[in-house]
């Protein structure tokens, strides 16, 4: 088992900033990628980010790219998610996810943390 906890959200006049936290606890060795995943109202989950866990690889969505940087530290089990430029459309329920060993789903999620983006 992974557990998940998302911390960092909050509100922000767009343009400003934010960094989320995602502490993963548990079965920490088996994790192979982490992912931010992002749900706005009325509107489907949608993938953000992604890292992988050893090689450092990352992925972006189009929509964050040059604006949202994604990091861990594998010595505080912790991933992050650094969100410069804030819009009023990155207002959302930000998740983060876990991929386990080489399965190609995200199998375990976190609680979510609201970021909402408005003047």
């Known amino acids: 088992q992974v557990q998940l906890v998302e911390s960092g959200g909050g509100l922000v006049q767009p343009g400003g900033s934010l960094r989320l936290s995602c502490a993963v606890s548990?079965?920490?060795?088996?994790?192979?990628?982490m992912g931010w995943f992002r749900r706005a109202p009325g509107k489907e989950r949608e993938f953000v980010a992604s890292i992988s866990t050893r090689g450092g690889n990352t992925d972006y969505t189009d929509s964050v790219k040059g604006r949202f940087t994604i990091s861990r530290d594998n010595a505080k089990n912790t991933v992050y998610l650094q969100m410069n430029s804030l819009k009023p459309e990155d207002t959302a329920v930000y998740y983060c996810?876990?991929?386990?060993?080489?399965?190609?789903?995200?199998?375990?999620w976190g609680q979510g943390t609201q970021v909402t983006v408005s003047s």
């Open positions: 548990g079965r920490t060795f088996s994790v192979s990628v």
């Open positions: 996810a876990a991929k386990i060993g080489f399965l190609p789903e995200y199998s375990y």
